[in-house]
C-alpha cells in the first residue's frame, strides 16, 4: 500500500513562509505526477501545484509567483514552498500521487494563516 507522509503545516502570519514535504513510501519515479492539493474551510478540495516525473510544473492562478513546487531526488521527497501567504490560504493541504487513473493522498496538514 502506497503511503504519502507530509510535514511542514503551521500557524503563520500573513506575509510569512511555509515549506511542506511529501515522502513517499515508494520512489516518487513511480507516479506519473505528484502534487499538492488544498481545502479551505467549508470549500472543495482544489487543486495547488504539481510537477510530472519529467519535471513540468502546473500551479493554480491562485498561487502562481508565491509558491513554488520542487523535488529532491535523493530524499525522494517533494516540497511546496509556500511565500507571501495570505489568509486565503488557510486551509487542509493534501500530498497527491497519481498513476495513470489512481490518486494517492496524503493525511493532510493544516496550515493556517492569521495575526
Known amino acids: 500500500q502506497v503511503q504519502l507522509v507530509e510535514s511542514g503545516g503551521g500557524l503563520v502570519q500573513p506575509g510569512g513562509s511555509l515549506r511542506l514535504s511529501c515522502a513517499p513510501s515508494?520512489?516518487?519515479?513511480?507516479?506519473?505526477?505528484m502534487g499538492w492539493y488544498r481545502q479551505p474551510p467549508g470549500k472543495q478540495r482544489e487543486l495547488v501545484a504539481t510537477?510530472?516525473?519529467?519535471?513540468?510544473?502546473n500551479y493554480a492562478d491562485s498561487v502562481k509567483g508565491r509558491f513554488t513546487i520542487s523535488r529532491d531526488n535523493a530524499m525522494n521527497t517533494v516540497f511546496l514552498q509556500m511565500n507571501e501567504l495570505k489568509p486565503d490560504d488557510t486551509a487542509v493541504y493534501y500530498c497527491?500521487?497519481?498513476?495513470?487513473?489512481?490518486?494517492?493522498w496524503g493525511q493532510g496538514t493544516q496550515v493556517t494563516v492569521s495575526s
Open positions: 510537477m510530472t516525473v519529467g519535471g513540468s510544473t
Open positions: 497527491n500521487a497519481r498513476v495513470i487513473r489512481t490518486h494517492y
Open positions: 515508494v520512489s516518487i519515479f513511480d507516479f506519473n505526477d
